[in-house]
């Protein structure tokens, strides 16, 4: 089971938020991360190398960012995706403050 340190993300525009992505259940590897809503162009996600492979009490890291200026921006759901699908237990919300 995938967990992040945070459920909701509030980003300001210009700012980099941290987010820290703990594995507590069996090896899995994630091929890619899919953001899903109405204004996902003015979010940023400083993406890993692919295939990345996250062991039993690893952790990956990824940086969350709004585009500069960008305010009242839609919430946006952060997905990650491995090759037999979506992760179904993950979703993190990130929204613009």
């Given amino acids: 089971m995938l967990v ?3 459920k909701q993300v509030e980003i300001t525009g210009g700012e980099t938020q941290n987010l820290k992505i703990t594995n507590h259940g069996e090896s899995v590897e ?3 991360i899919e953001l ?6 003015n979010f940023k996600i400083r993406l890993p190398a692919f295939p990345l492979v996250i062991k039993k009490g690893e952790s990956m890291n990824l940086q969350a960012s709004l585009k500069t200026g960008i305010t009242g921006a839609n919430p946006v759901n952060l997905k990650l995706e ?3 699908g979506p992760v179904s237990d993950f979703e993190l ?3 613009a403050k």
């Fill in 4 to 6: 992040c340190d945070k």
């Fill in 30 to 32: 994630i091929i890619a």
């Fill in 36 to 41: 899903l809503g109405k204004d996902i162009e």
């Fill in 82 to 84: 491995t090759v037999y």
């Fill in 93 to 95: 919300t990130l929204t």
